[in-house]
């Protein structure tokens, strides 16, 4: 704040009056200057007191900002927390219940495992068992061929001495199959007085009383020195109805003819389906 000093310009008549007045001002400038002085320190002291407050109020409110951020920050913190830690509780439960479920599976499966191993032991010892049965079966088996082979050969010495054994049938057999179809089957003997084998040629035929059909018999020929077995099957021609069936044998210079009815090929019980149900054709020797 300025202070002006008024200068006043009085005549010489006045000089003492002005110069009194001078005085007076002067005198009363030292207070003057002092109430201004104070009234400018109180107005800075005011504006310093309204910086301070305004400043004190930011503070307070960047306090409470931070204060507010920091509990909505740790609440928020929290909650995510909260929420990670009960879904890693559930995911726990739930990998604990399929661990446990993966556990009872797994005793289950060595359980049934175990009982399978025990099954399997005792089944391996069933088939050793078998095994060493069949073995013995087997080696007596041998023994007894090697003991009828011996026999047979002693017996074929003793028919050759004495001129040996004619051709004949031994046995024979027919028996209905499928579809129109037959099995037949033949023992055929004959050992030469020379205890050499022969040729022989069997023939089937078919007869009724105005016509005749030869069975075809595979294989055609074949080589006597004991006992052979003629084995095979036939379609019956369609309409055709035998009487008698005809077996004609040559070997080594001798002939035989066989005449049997059609009973021979009466149906048998519990005849499969279809021929390709039916097993191999049976070699065994033919039962009377």
């Known amino acids: 704040m300025r202070v002006k000093l008024v200068r006043r310009f009085c005549s010489q008549p006045a000089l003492s009056s002005c110069k009194d007045s001078d005085l007076y001002h002067l005198e009363r400038s030292p207070h003057s200057l002092k109430t201004n002085a104070s009234s400018v320190t109180k107005v800075g002291g005011t504006q310093q007191g309204a910086s301070t407050l305004v400043l004190a109020l930011f503070v307070v409110v960047i ?25 890693e509780a559930k995911q726990a439960i739930i990998n604990g219940t399929e661990a446990t479920e ?16 025990a099954t399997a032991k005792q089944e391996l010892a069933i088939s050793l068992a078998n095994i ?27 028919l050759r001495d004495k001129g040996g054994m004619p051709l004949q049938v031994i046995a024979a057999k027919i028996e209905p199959l499928p579809e129109n179809a037959f099995e037949y089957g033949f023992d055929i003997g004959m050992l030469a007085s ?9 023939t089937l035929t078919l007869l009724n009383d105005d016509d005749f059909v030869e069975v075809p018999l595979d294989p055609p020929v074949y080589t006597i020195e004991g006992i052979v077995r003629i084995r095979g099957r036939f379609m019956m021609p369609s309409g055709f109805k035998p009487l008698q069936v005809k077996l004609s044998l040559q070997a080594g210079g001798q002939q035989v003819e066989q005449l049997y009815d059609w009973r021979l090929g009466d149906r048998v019980d519990n005849m499969p389906l279809s ?3 039916l097993p191999e054709v049976d070699e065994s020797p033919i039962e009377p």
């Open 194 to 202: 020379d205890g050499k084998a022969k040729r022989l040629k069997p």
């Open 132 to 158: 060493k049965e069949l073995r013995e079966n087997q080696q007596e088996l041998t023994v007894e061929n090697r003991q009828v082979s011996q026999l047979n050969e002693l017996y074929a010495d003793v």
């Open 63 to 87: 306090l409470v900002t931070a204060i507010v951020g920091l509990i909505f920050g740790h609440k928020l913190g929290y909650q995510r927390g909260l929420h990670s830690m009960q879904t």
């Open 102 to 117: 993966a556990l009872e599976d797994l005793r289950l499966s060595h359980k049934i495992a175990v009982n399978q191993a």
């Open 275 to 277: 021929l390709l149900d």
